[in-house]
């Protein structure tokens, strides 16, 4: 049976007038809808200012740092076991991928914090575990449903909770410097005081996507700080140089590499330590399969170019200088 459907405005004075004015506040409203869905919003709306913090300097130098052991005394925790799509963690349709069969499937993970101890400075945090509110049953209330539901959360098996580290500790740390903002390295900082400064790369909170759309407030929940987002101040890229790297404390201890493409203030940090380079990728390669092959991560990534092209860097760096122990995302590299 065929339904004509008459106009909600047709055929009375009163409706016609309402309609001059309802129309063009739909059109507009279809026009915003459709402004958003192009350009996505961006992932944090928490207030950002630039960081006080770091001076730039070439890979070449970088690189020279490398030949001597540094102040930091570094560790790694392996906070909690996290069970993941495969297809987000690996870019399953990569050539290499297809060619070793490499398929679609949970994959174990782990979750990381770091903790690096200078000699003047202070602690300092990159990512920032696991809150306590994770290890609930019901889910944790700064996280929305749908968040929620995507990640898999409730498959979380945390070993250590951030707060629980903290009380080991004499004093809170100085600041956390984030990889990235995803949730997965977010998830610890409602157990860190909200006066300790928070550090991303440089355009992190501003990248925008249309998934941060369903992410946005679960991300601000769980940064919230009471001082702006501190954004590391990476200046453009040097002619004959292929990264923009900063010298955070200016005493070449400690760099950070920005490494865009797994989101735009994707970054990596080199620490020196009495035993050595330490180098943190975050996930601009999650896994130690996409590392060894060289493949970037699947769904997970923002932009497969941008990050292809930084872990080649970032595996170059390690191939260059075999001292360096290499830290992934989410698994470890068996050395
Ligand atoms: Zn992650």
């Not at 996507?209 to 946005?216: D, E, M, Q």
């Not at 601000?220 to 954004?231: H, P, S, T, V």
């Not at 601009?284 to 930084?310: I, K, L, Q, Y």
């Amino acid at each position: 049976m065929i339904r004509i459907h008459r106009s909600p405005f047709a055929g009375c004075p009163r409706d016609a007038a309402a309609a001059r004015v309802l129309v063009p506040v739909a059109l507009w409203l279809a026009a915003l809808g459709a402004t958003v869905l192009q350009t996505g919003c961006t992932a944090s709306s928490l207030p950002t200012e630039r960081a006080d913090l770091g001076r730039p300097v070439s890979a070449a130098a970088l690189e020279r740092a490398l030949e001597q052991p540094g102040p930091i005394a570094f560790e790694r925790i392996v906070v909690a076991d996290w069970v993941v799509d495969r297809g987000g963690l690996i870019n399953l349709d990569h050539p290499e991928a297809e060619r070793q069969g490499i398929e679609a499937g949970p994959e174990p993970i782990e979750i990381y914090l770091y903790v690096l101890r200078h000699p003047t400075r202070g602690t300092w945090l990159v990512d920032s575990g696991v809150a306590e509110v994770f290890r609930a049953e019901e889910r944790a209330p700064q996280v929305s449903a749908l968040v929620g539901a995507v990640m898999g959360t409730d498959a979380l098996d945390v070993h250590v909770s951030t707060a629980e580290w903290l009380e080991t500790q004499p004093r809170p740390p100085a600041g956390v410097f984030l990889t990235h903002s995803h949730m997965d390295h977010v998830m610890g900082l409602p157990d860190v005081p909200a006066s300790v400064p928070v550090f991303v790369g440089l355009g992190e909170a501003r990248g925008r996507s249309f998934l941060n759309l369903f992410t946005r407030g679960t991300i601000d929940r769980l940064i919230a700080r009471d001082g702006a987002l501190q954004e590391l101040d990476f200046p453009p890229v040097a002619d004959g140089d292929e990264r923009s790297i900063l010298d955070v404390f200016g005493d070449g201890s400690l760099f950070a590499i920005h490494s865009p493409g797994h989101t735009p203030g994707s970054t990596a940090f080199l620490v020196r330590t009495p035993h050595g380079p330490k180098l943190l990728v975050g996930d601009t390669c999650h896994t130690a399969w996409g590392w060894r092959n060289g493949v970037e991560p699947g769904s997970f990534t923002a932009d497969h170019e941008a990050n292809a092209t930084s872990l080649a860097w970032l595996r170059r760096l390690a191939a260059d200088h075999p001292a360096i122990d290499v830290h992934l995302g989410h698994q470890r590299l068996s050395r």
